[in-house]
């Protein structure tokens, strides 16, 4: 292991996800096993710019484990895009020693981190701290266990309504332009039609789909659509399929942001827990311009170039079976 860096500093960007709290205690608390100064940066690159950093201990993130959002709060910096704003946040890291940066967020704050490192040559490690899980290069991002156990949760209260009334009911959960939140709470919950971005489905096709399940009788319908799937939005969607058909009464739910709250998951703690560590580790045994993840339960760092390059693709086998699930 190399031993040269000294002092290190954290921040949130993006969206907040559950786990982000899980995750900035394991950094702060690795960073202090290996005898480092963790500082930590408010309001993410934006902080950075406005020198609102501090210097943490063991006991600044004491009972943050479980708590959603992130103490350090997040933004999305305009400033930073520009170069007067990486100039005045790479001198603040430099007014204090600062080695290196451990980021947490989603492919905006690796976009932001790339260019840093590479302009001033700091080294930065990447943690997939995002709900909607569109990043290659792990298998899952922090805060999107949670974030599909929070929909799922809400998509069986919607059932039980539904079906008292023998209602449709279209969810949208996030997910941005990605369908997999979208995917696993609507395998999960049981949804008659799952819409996503990543897979196309025409209106004939969704109306082919309830028609079928109101000839067997099916006495409510769900279709869980992700935010991305359809350019005119689920209201549009909805009032469309109404149009054609009404075999049931139509609602819309649109479950929002409560997605980014809660407590985390156990799944999402252990996931922060082992890559703020290892974002850590990596950051003393040289690694730089890298995100931290897990591909298939190893953790494994790739370049953030490779994580950004393409669209993470869709699980075939989650579209495969939610297919014949929805089928009767
Ligand atoms: O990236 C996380 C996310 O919650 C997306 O799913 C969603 O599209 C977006 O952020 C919402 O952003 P904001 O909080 O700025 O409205």
């Known amino acids: ?120 040559d700091i080294p930065i490690i990447g943690i997939p701290g995002t709900i909607d899980n569109d990043l290659n290069g792990t298998d899952a991002t922090i805060g999107f266990d949670t974030a599909t156990n929070t929909a799922l949760d809400a998509i069986d209260k919607i059932r039980d309504t539904a079906n008292s009334h023998n209602r449709l009911f279209f969810i949208e959960v996030m ?72 075999y049931y009464d139509t609602r819309v739910t649109i479950l929002g942001h409560l997605q980014r709250g809660g407590t985390p998951t156990c799944t999402d703690r252990v996931l922060a827990s082992l890559l703020g560590v290892r974002a850590v580790e990596g950051l003393k045994e040289g690694k730089s311009n890298m995100m931290v993840g897990t591909i298939n339960k190893k953790v494994v760092f790739t370049p953030f170039e490779k994580a950004l390059k393409k669209k993470k693709t869709i699980d075939r086998e989650l579209l495969r079976i939610s297919k014949i699930l929805s089928n009767n």
Do not use: H
């Open 175 to 246: 997910g941005r332009d990605s369908g997999y939140i979208a995917i696993k709470t609507g395998i999960s919950g049981g949804a008659e039609a799952i819409l996503i971005p990543e897979k196309k489905t025409t209106i004939n096709e969704l109306i082919a789909i309830l028609d079928r399940g109101s000839k067997q009788k099916k006495s409510s319908s769900l279709v869980v659509i992700a935010e991305g799937g359809e350019s005119g939005g689920v209201i549009d969607l909805a009032k469309k399929v109404e149009e054609r058909f009404s």
């Open 1 to 120: 292991m190399k031993d040269e860096i000294k002092k290190i500093a954290l921040l949130t960007s993006g969206g907040d996800a559950p786990g982000m709290n899980t995750c900035i205690r394991a950094v702060v608390r690795a960073g202090i096993y290996y005898n480092l100064e963790v500082y930590g940066i408010k309001r993410g690159y934006q902080g950075l710019i406005e020198n609102d950093i501090q210097l943490m201990s063991s006991r600044s993130v004491s009972n943050i484990i479980q708590r959603g959002g992130t103490i350090l709060k997040s933004a999305r910096s305009k400033d930073f895009m520009l170069q007067s704003g990486m100039d005045a946040a790479y001198q603040n890291l430099k007014n204090k020693d600062i080695d290196a940066l451990i980021v947490i967020g989603g492919d905006g704050t690796f976009t932001g981190a790339n260019i840093f490192s590479n302009k001033f």
